[in-house]
């Protein structure tokens, strides 16, 4: 089974913290992805990653960047927390090649507040 | 433009009864479908997918879904519903040959189901 695993659940940060949201996939993906979901609005996507090193901007990228060293692992940072990035935060992967179809892949969340 | 519309926000259904969730999309190339359900405080699991072929797909947890090219819907079906299934549902299209990274999802819609 497709395994993404995010690092942390919960988290509680203080207005102005840096923070850093971990992402690792087992299953070899390409891309991996960072939403934000926030009720009523479904799901946003902040960020995509399609190889190492490789980034591009997604719906709402403001007041947020990654980073991907490795092809498993897909960071998302907060530079300078605010209270209006408290939310629900998913990661996703899936395959990049051009198969009939690729599934994208989620991870359990993590729950982070802005006090 | 691409989108998915998922009409109703709230459902509310008896244990038992049959359950239809609706999906219409807007997507310029050749849809690939899925559904997606998200349990309280949990990521979102893989209910289904269509990609090609028969359009009545099977899949986990005794759901349906069947594809109308002519009515671009993708709705979503279970004969009899389990108290389990109290869930959020999201409908999403994407991930083929017009961009491999652009799935779009609904805003979900949230199943009740009385005992």
């Known amino acids: 089974d497709v395994k993404v695993t995010q690092s942390s659940r919960y988290l509680v940060k203080r207005t102005g913290e840096k923070v850093f949201l971990e992402c690792v996939q087992d299953?070899?993906?390409?891309?991996m992805f960072w939403y934000r979901q926030d009720p009523g609005l479904g799901l946003r996507l902040i960020y995509f990653?399609?190889?190492?090193?490789?980034?591009e901007k997604g719906d709402i990228p403001e007041g947020y960047s990654v980073s991907r060293e490795k092809k498993e692992r897909f960071s998302l940072i907060l530079e300078s927390a605010s209270t209006n990035q408290t939310s629900m935060y998913l990661c996703?992967?899936?395959?990049?090649?051009?198969?009939?179809?690729?599934?994208?892949?989620f991870g359990e969340g993590s729950w982070l507040t802005v006090v | 433009a691409q989108s998915v519309t998922q009409p109703d926000i709230h459902i509310t259904v008896s244990e038992g009864a049959s359950l239809e969730l609706r999906c219409n999309y807007s997507y310029g190339a050749t849809p690939y479908l899925f559904w997606y359900v998200q349990s309280p405080g949990q990521g979102l699991q893989l209910l289904l997918k269509?990609?090609?072929?028969?359009?009545l797909v099977q899949g986990i947890k005794g759901f349906e879904a069947e594809f109308k090219r002519s009515q671009s819907s993708f709705n979503l079906r279970k004969p009899s519903v389990h108290w389990s299934d109290a869930a959020e549902y999201f409908c999403?299209?994407?991930?083929?040959?017009?961009?491999?990274?652009?799935?779009?999802f609904g805003t979900g819609t949230r199943l009740k189901v009385l005992a």
């Open positions: 996703a992967s899936s395959f990049r090649r051009q198969l009939s179809g690729n599934t994208i892949y």
């Open positions: 990653s399609y190889d190492v090193k490789m980034k």
């Open positions: 999403a299209v994407g991930g083929g040959t017009s961009g491999t990274y652009k799935y779009i």
């Open positions: 269509y990609f090609s072929g028969d359009t």
């Open positions: 299953m070899d993906h390409e891309n």
